[in-house]
T-cell receptor, first 111, second 118 residues
């Protein structure tokens, strides 16, 4: 069964802390997305990865294909980072398959 | 900036009316568009997938006559909720996939449309 698991489900951090959110999946993938959803509902695509590491500002995403695992890191966290972070994968055989979503990690960053 | 837009961002309508939601890819051609709905505190649920110029493929349990999807061009798809009822109240999100900035087949999400049916 194609599954995506995220941990933790909920995370509270103080401003400035380094944050890691994890995503594990069950079988081979062609792509993995990290998405951010703010309380208002809108979704922002943060990263699409198929290998290695990507960085954008304070956000870093890594993926280990052999271990079937990806992490999203937030450095110097800020209250405006408070949101739900969602991992979504496209399982092989390829680009035609639809995305499977994790249940999300709810992050709250306090002052 | 945003690469996928949706309009309207929210809508309130009376039961029995039809509501049309537009989804546009702003600076790339979307060969495939996806429509999702999301209930509070739940994950996105795929409703249908549409390719430009062809009929949409609906997920199991999604009524095609209830949720009409038109993907008439490479930058525009519309979802029409026909004869809306209160149970159709939800957050509808579109997503577009295509080639942008040299990135192949990347998928981008719209900001969503909150539908409330009274």
């Amino acid at each position: 069964k194609n599954e995506v698991e995220q941990s933790p489900q909920n995370l509270t951090a103080q401003e400035g802390e380094f944050i890691t959110i994890n995503c594990s999946y069950s079988v081979g993938i062609s792509a993995l997305h990290w998405l951010q959803q703010h309380p208002g509902g809108g979704i922002v695509s943060l990263f699409m990865l198929s290998s290695g590491k990507k960085k954008h500002g304070r956000l870093i995403a890594t993926i280990n294909i052999q271990e079937k695992h990806s992490s999203l890191h937030i450095t110097a966290s800020h209250p405006r980072d408070s949101a739900v972070y969602i991992c979504a994968v496209r399982f092989c055989p390829g680009t035609a398959s639809k995305l499977t979503f994790g249940t999300g990690t709810r992050l709250q960053v306090t002052l | 900036g945003a690469v996928v837009s949706q309009h309207p961002s929210w809508v309130i309508c009376k039961s029995g009316t039809s509501v049309k939601i537009e989804c546009r890819s702003l600076d790339f051609q979307a060969t495939t568009m996806f429509w999702y709905r999301q209930f509070p505190k739940q994950s996105l649920m795929l409703m249908a997938t549409s390719n430009e110029g062809s009929k949409a493929t609906y997920e199991q349990g999604v009524e095609k006559d209830k949720f009409l999807i038109n993907h008439a061009s490479l930058t525009l798809s519309t979802l029409t909720v026909t004869s809306a009822h209160p149970e159709d109240s939800s957050f509808y999100i579109c997503s577009a996939r295509g080639n942008r900035d040299g990135k192949y087949n990347e998928q981008f999400f719209g900001p969503g449309t909150r539908l409330t049916v009274l």
